[in-house]
């Protein structure tokens, strides 16, 4: 029994020298090399990251091509799907062509109109430039007043103040005028 009992004592010294010299030997590994272990750790991560998702993608698409390659009622509804969406596509775009055409055909009839009034002014010796006009109607037996208009005075503001004479360099503000140099010019 004594000797059950030396064995029992004697292990543990043995474990934690074991354990001390594992602490030792780890320790000053982590010491000298941790950085370049964590980044190792991490670039071994982002790298088996982007495999893991290229090998999902890769069996996605043989499974996508074991399934087509196995049922043909499944890519005959495809491609009749693909068919009349583009058809559908077709269509739309057609209508929206002949809207902008009726669109271009109404401009260029109203052009053809104002040209049309323009002429027929020109040749009763109305003004043709601008818009063409309708003379306003007379209501009494009155002197006619379609010669000579008055002009409406607008009530708005004026942009700048009476006194504002850009030659005379006041209240300009941080831009001003100089003249150039006299004589001929330096360059070359």
């Not at 043995?14 to 594992?22: C, D, F, K």
């Not at 272990?37 to 991560?45: A, G, M, N, R, T």
């Not at 006619?144 to 208009?149: D, E, F, G, K």
């Not at 831009?175 to 004589?183: D, F």
Request: net charge positive; with cysteine.
């Amino acid at each position: 029994m004594e000797w059950d009992g030396q064995q029992l004592s004697a292990r543990p010294a043995l474990e934690t020298e074991g354990l001390r010299y594992l602490h030792v030997t780890v320790g000053s590994l982590l010491a000298t090399y941790g950085w370049y272990i964590v980044f190792s750790c991490i670039l071994l991560y982002v790298v088996f990251q982007k495999l893991s998702t290229r090998l999902r993608a890769l069996r996605q698409r043989q499974l996508d091509r074991a399934a087509a390659a196995v049922d043909p009622d499944v890519v005959v509804k495809r491609q009749e799907a693909l068919a009349a969406a583009r058809l559908k596509m077709q269509e739309e775009l057609n209508a929206q062509v002949e809207k902008h055409k009726e669109k271009l055909r109404q401009l260029e009839e109203q052009k053809r109109r104002q040209k049309i009034e323009m002429w027929d002014s020109m040749q009763e010796g109305k003004s043709y430039k601008g818009n063409v006009r309708k003379p306003p109607e007379e209501d009494g037996p009155g002197p006619s007043t379609s010669s000579v208009l008055p002009k409406r005075k607008s009530d708005r503001k004026p942009l700048r103040g009476g006194g504002y004479n850009p030659l005379s360099g006041e209240g300009g503000g941080a831009c001003s005028w100089r003249p150039g140099r006299r004589g001929p010019s330096s360059g070359g």
